[in-house]
Every structure is written in structure tokens, then in C-alpha cells.
């Protein structure tokens, strides 16, 4: 696989899930390139603590949704490490509402963040995968994707075409060896469901409580190594029971 360090790609990973994911795949000896939009603080932080475990990493401030940005950060990828074995997007958001009243913006950006930027990543980065004929590629999608869930018509369209997205994308790199999957969790502890009230959410629960982060990370951490090399195409959840 060339001597250069094996790096992974993750965005998003200035907090919640991805950074999670970032520590993991650090701990796991890659190289950790940590995407973050505005959330600096965060973001250094979580590339202080890789660098404290003897881990290496690096920052890329820039908005997935930007195409341009995208294609800049790559080309960085190969005059800077050269190569990229993972990409992980974890970057997303949730602009609820019922769809009558739903504002066009909130559904155009909750559509380009959460599925269009998959793409705007996807694509450089296979390019990169198919030189070392090896390649591990993760979405973050959600039960809402699976189930659909109401007051969240942006979010649940967005989450299920990303596993479109991922099947397709699977089918055709699966002979390079590169395989494509999605993690669908439930309700994981993050900024993102601070908002909401998890008395009642959890008397759904089979298990009775929200997930962490880490045990999302488990899952990713275990999908790009080795031992999951003819796993590919699949949604695993992570959802303490409900689908
Ligand atoms: P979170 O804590 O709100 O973190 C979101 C991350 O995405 C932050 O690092 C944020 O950084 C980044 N981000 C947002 N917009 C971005 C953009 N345009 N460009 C680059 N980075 C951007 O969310 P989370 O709960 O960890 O969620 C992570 C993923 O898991 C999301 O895709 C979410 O939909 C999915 N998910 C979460 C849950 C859950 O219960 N938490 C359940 C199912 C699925 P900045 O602040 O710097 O932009």
C-alpha cells in the first residue's frame, strides 16, 4: 500500500459522531484529516487529543457543500499525504418542520449538507482509492432515512438518498476492491438531539437510553478495518432497538 501514512477523511468531525469516528480511526494508526465548517475550537481540540495519543491529523476548515472548496482540499490530499484509504461523512444537519410550512432553503441546505456533499466528496476521493486498488467509504445516514419521520420531510429524503447513494456507489467499486456502506443510528447523544425531549424518546427505546457517540464510532472503526473487508452495500444500524 506504498509507504506513505494510511489517512482517513472525515467530515464533520469537530464534534458528535464524527469526531468520535475521528479518534477512533487515529487510535486505529491512520492519519485523521478533521473537516469542520465553523466550530475552530472543537476542531482543534479533537486534533489535541489525537496528536496526545501519539496520533497525527490535520485540520480542513471548509463547507462540504462547496464544490470548489472540495476539490481544493483534495487536490491538497495528494501533494500533502498522498493517498487516502477512508472518507467518512459524518457532516450534517436538521431543519425540521412540517412540509406545508417547510421554507425552500431549509430543504435545499438539509439536502446539500446531509446527501449532495456525499457526493461532492465521494467522487474525488475514489479517484484517490482506486491508485491503491484498496478503500473504505462510510455515510452517516439515520433511522429516519429508513423509517421516515414526520416534521422531517428535508432530513428523512436526505438520510435515504444518501443509502441510494451508497448501494449505487457500492455496486460500482466493489471490483476495486473498495468497499461502501452506511451506519443508520437512532438517537445518539450529540448537540444535535440536545434539543429534544428525552424522557418521552426513550420510553420507545428498546434499550431504554440514547446511544453515544463511541459506540457509533465502534461500528465505523470496525467497518474500515481490515477483518470487514467483504462487508460492502450495507446500512447497519444503531439504534438501541427501534427501526
Ligand atoms: P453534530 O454534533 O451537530 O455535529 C455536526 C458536525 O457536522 C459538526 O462537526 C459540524 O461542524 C459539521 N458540519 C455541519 N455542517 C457542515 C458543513 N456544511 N460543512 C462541514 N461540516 C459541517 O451532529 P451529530 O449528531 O454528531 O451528527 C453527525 C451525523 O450523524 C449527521 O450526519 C447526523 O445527521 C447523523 N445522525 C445523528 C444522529 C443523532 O442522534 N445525533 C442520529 C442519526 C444520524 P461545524 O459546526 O464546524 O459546521
Redesign the pocket.
Known sequence: MGIEKRTAFV?????????AVALKLAEMGFKVII?????ENQ?KQVLEQIENFGGEGRLAC????DRKACKDEFKKITEIEKRLDILVH?????KDGLAVRMKDENWDRVID??LT?FFNLAKPAVKLMLKNKWGRILG?????GQAGVPGQINYSAS?AGLIGAIKSLSKEIGPRNITVNALS????E????DSLDKEEIVKTIPLQRFGT?VEVAAVAGFLCSEEASYITGQVIGINGGIY
Open positions: 467530515s464533520g468531525a469537530s464534534r458528535g459522531i464524527g469526531k473537516n469542520y465548517s465553523s466550530s476542531a471548509f463547507d462540504v457543500t459524518s457532516a450534517g444537519i436538521r449538507v446531509n456533499a452517516i445516514s439515520s433511522t429516519s438520510k443510528p437512532g438517537f445518539i450529540t448537540e444535535m438531539t457517540a
